[in-house]
């Protein structure tokens, strides 16, 4: 059982300290309303639906905001549908960046996340320049609390995982992206409480960071990036070294 570099212990602290701040409830809407019309508005039918819908109960989301993102999803509530979008680039020190967006106006969309680049000591990068750098996975989150590590390896390999990672108060089930769903509904099966499950991109080579400035202007990067309306996740490969962690938080 592996452990994740501090930057993605960051990412995740951050993470939920979103979810007080509401902005995880427009990114949930956001992949409900692509879920919703893709495969159609029954979580019976659409497993991608019920994974976003899940997801998005894991977080609070209130039940009204749910099913107002699978109408729009659907097209009932009017205005132009939402398309699903990537983008690659390069932050300083040439860190890769990938950007998963939802948006309804491509255009507006891309302008943006090129000032952000721009702005920021970094640059938009053409398609698969960056994306070959990374693995595609599927990735399961359980709370830690009263789960065993060895328990929890057991019981993912059993299911079909992977790799079961910890990271901070959290287990981290890593599956092959085809096989999340049928993992996932194995360790539900078998009692687990999952948190999250979703597809990520993990880095091959993490660009370990041992300069302060480079990690404050990447990490100023990422969380504006991560911050947009229309993102969904934002995947990269920086890790900062330990003692650049020790100087920030100083």
């Known amino acids: 059982m592996a452990g994740h570099n501090k930057w993605s212990k960051v990412k995740h602290i951050k993470a939920r ?29 659409n497993a991608r639906l019920r994974v976003a819908v899940d997801n998005a109960k894991a977080v609070s989301m209130p039940k009204d905001n749910i099913d107002r993102a699978i109408k729009k999803g659907l097209g009932e509530l009017g205005g132009e549908a939402i ?14 960046f990938l950007i998963e967006a939802a948006t309804d106006n491509l255009n507006r969309t891309a302008a943006d996340i090129r000032e952000i680049f721009s702005k920021n000591h970094g640059s938009v990068a053409t398609p698969g320049s ?23 390896m057991d019981a993912a390999i059993l299911a079909g995982a992977d790799d079961v990672q910890r990271e901070e108060q959290e287990h981290v089930v890593l599956t092959s992206p085809t ?14 409480a999952i948190a999250s499950e979703k597809l990520v991109s993990i880095p091959q080579n993490p660009s370990v960071v041992d300069d302060p400035e480079i ?16 993102t969904l996740n934002v995947f990269t490969n920086l890790e900062v070294a330990d003692e650049v962690f020790a100087v920030l938080d100083a």
């Open 17 to 45: 300290v979103d979810v007080i701040k509401g902005r995880v409830f427009s990114k949930c809407a956001h992949e409900i309303a692509l879920a919703a019309r893709g495969g159609g508005g029954d979580i019976a039918t």
């Open 83 to 96: 398309q699903e979008v990537s983008y690659e680039g390069y932050g300083p020190a040439g860190i890769a």
């Open 130 to 152: 960056v994306s070959y750098q990374f693995d595609r996975k599927g990735e399961i989150r359980i709370a830690a609390d009263g789960v065993a590590d060895d328990v929890m």
């Open 179 to 192: 096989e999340l769903a049928a993992v996932a509904g194995e360790l539900r099966a078998a009692g687990f």
């Open 215 to 230: 990690a404050r202007q990447a990490m100023k990067l990422y969380d504006l990036l991560d911050g947009y309306d229309d």
